[in-house]
């Protein structure tokens, strides 16, 4: 048909467009730029808790913005919440269905969320009246498994799913507010920005998006605009991109890592990078420098999360050794 | 059968070019101006940052203090 042609034609024209406009921008790299800064010492964090409690694999963990908190998922059917500094259970909350993948707390403390191959994201109310904690909501219409959720508040969180769309809900009446569509393949994570606007996906289309949560468009893609055919094999490597300048900045990786990076959190300032691995070990890099700095282990499987409280004191790593450990 | 899959292949094609001009008009700034930001955001907060800094133990919340203090 010849209209498809001429579209297939406009595609790879502003494809092209968009790599020659990022490249416009490239008067320098962010390795130039450092060079005048010396690397961050050697950092050096000591366990100081261990949360012992799951009886399985651990897939995710959350802060509370109390920065005391947090909640864990297990394919043991648990979902726990922590006092860290006591390591007291504060809540062991069964699930449903133990295939949990995620779980998230309400910037409020007064929610905890989580979902997995049930493909639904189930809301539970920590504050109920009797001391119960009960299943608030269950948000379906997922047809995938749900692979990452987050709060906005009390009223609304934000999915990511298997079925390649992102979901902006209304906990309130349970429903679908807005559908983030796009991705080309199993959304696996999301990240919210700090003022709430924005949120960031990752996907199995070896893309990332910058969504308008109000708006409900893509605003910016990265990392799926270059052809990626000749690549035959999934080499995993931790990214930095710039939103303003559209585009990589740099790359974090050592010809001594050959596994695959399962999560990342940064420190309050930005300088170091925690990345989880599949190797054990959480390795601390020195953001700007792109330099590995540190080494976390302590874990006897992979670590499957990681999150550093907000008020930057501590890191909690989450493992398939059924631990959570608390790092500074 | 097949006139409603073309029809389809045409919607999908076209929101993806008009969803690729949307992206191509972002404003972009030099990677000179971004690296500057990243650098002077990471070093203005630096002493702020428990995790580069180090913590005291006395200040540290997830540390037993080691003496025990009446107050």
């Known amino acids: 048909m010849g209209e498809m042609e001429q579209l297939r034609k406009e595609a790879d024209n502003l494809k092209d467009q968009i790599t020659a406009a990022r490249k416009a921008m490239q008067d320098t790299t962010l390795q130039e730029?450092?060079?005048?800064?010396?690397?961050?010492?050697?950092?050096?964090?000591?366990?100081?808790?261990?949360?012992?409690?799951?009886?399985?694999?651990?897939?995710?963990?959350?802060w509370s913005t109390d920065s005391k908190l947090c909640v864990s998922a297990s394919q043991d059917g648990k979902l726990i919440v922590w006092d860290s500094i006591t390591t007291n259970k504060?809540?062991?909350?069964p699930l449903k269905s133990s295939w949990v993948m995620t779980c998230a707390y309400a910037p409020s403390g007064n929610l905890v969320a989580c979902g997995g191959l049930d493909n639904m994201c189930s809301i539970y109310n920590l504050k109920g009246k009797d001391g119960n904690v009960k299943v608030m909501r269950e948000l379906a219409a997922h047809t995938g498994y749900?692979?990452?959720?987050?709060?906005?508040?009390?009223?609304?969180?934000?999915?990511?799913?298997?079925?390649?769309?992102?979901?902006?809900?209304?906990?309130?009446?349970?429903?679908?507010?807005?559908?983030?569509?796009?991705?080309?393949?199993?959304?696996?994570?999301?990240?919210?920005?700090?003022?709430?606007?924005?949120?960031?996906?990752?996907?199995?289309?070896f893309t990332a998006k910058l969504w308008d949560i109000r708006e409900g468009t893509c605003r910016q893609t990265f990392g799926g605009h270059e052809n990626l055919s000749r690549i035959n094999y999934i080499l995993d490597l931790c990214k930095l991109y710039d939103l303003r300048a559209d585009q990589e900045l740099i790359t974090y990786q050592d010809s001594s890592i050959m596994c695959g990076v399962t999560s990342l959190a940064p420190s309050l300032s930005g300088r170091l990078l925690l990345a989880g691995y599949d190797d054990f070990n959480v390795n601390i890099w020195d953001t700007l420098k792109a330099e590995?700095?540190?080494?976390?282990?302590?874990?006897?499987?992979?670590?499957?999360?990681?999150?550093?409280?907000?008020?930057?004191?501590?890191?909690?790593?989450?493992?398939?050794?059924s631990f959570l450990k608390i790092w500074n | 059968m097949s006139n409603n899959n073309a029809s389809n292949n045409l919607i999908i094609a076209q929101r993806a070019v008009k969803q690729l001009r949307l992206e191509a008009s972002v404003r972009r700034i030099k990677v000179s101006q971004a690296a500057d930001d990243?650098?002077?955001?990471?070093?203005?907060?630096?002493?702020?940052?428990?995790?580069?800094?180090?913590?005291?133990?006395?200040?540290?919340?997830?540390?037993?203090?080691?003496?025990?203090?009446?107050?």
Request: charged share 20%.
């Open chain 1, 146 to 205: 749900l692979s990452c959720c987050r709060f906005l508040s009390d009223s609304e969180i934000i999915t990511s799913s298997g079925d390649c769309t992102c979901v902006l809900w209304d906990i309130e009446t349970g429903t679908q507010k807005t559908i983030f569509a796009g991705h080309q393949g199993d959304c696996m994570s999301l990240a919210v920005s700090p003022d709430f606007k924005f949120f960031i996906s990752g996907a199995c289309d």
């Open chain 2, 38 to 71: 990243l650098k002077n955001f990471c070093l203005q907060n630096a002493t702020r940052d428990p995790l580069l800094m180090g913590i005291p133990s006395s200040d540290n919340p997830f540390r037993p203090p080691k003496s025990c203090s009446l107050f």
């Open chain 1, 292 to 321: 590995r700095v540190g080494v976390l282990a302590g874990h006897d499987n992979r670590v499957s999360c990681i999150g550093v409280s907000s008020d930057g004191m501590a890191c909690c790593t989450g493992s398939w050794d």
């Open chain 1, 90 to 93: 504060v809540n062991a909350i």
């Open chain 1, 33 to 62: 730029a450092a060079a005048s800064i010396n690397v961050v010492g050697r950092v050096q964090l000591k366990t100081r808790k261990t949360l012992r409690g799951h009886l399985a694999k651990i897939y995710a963990m959350h």
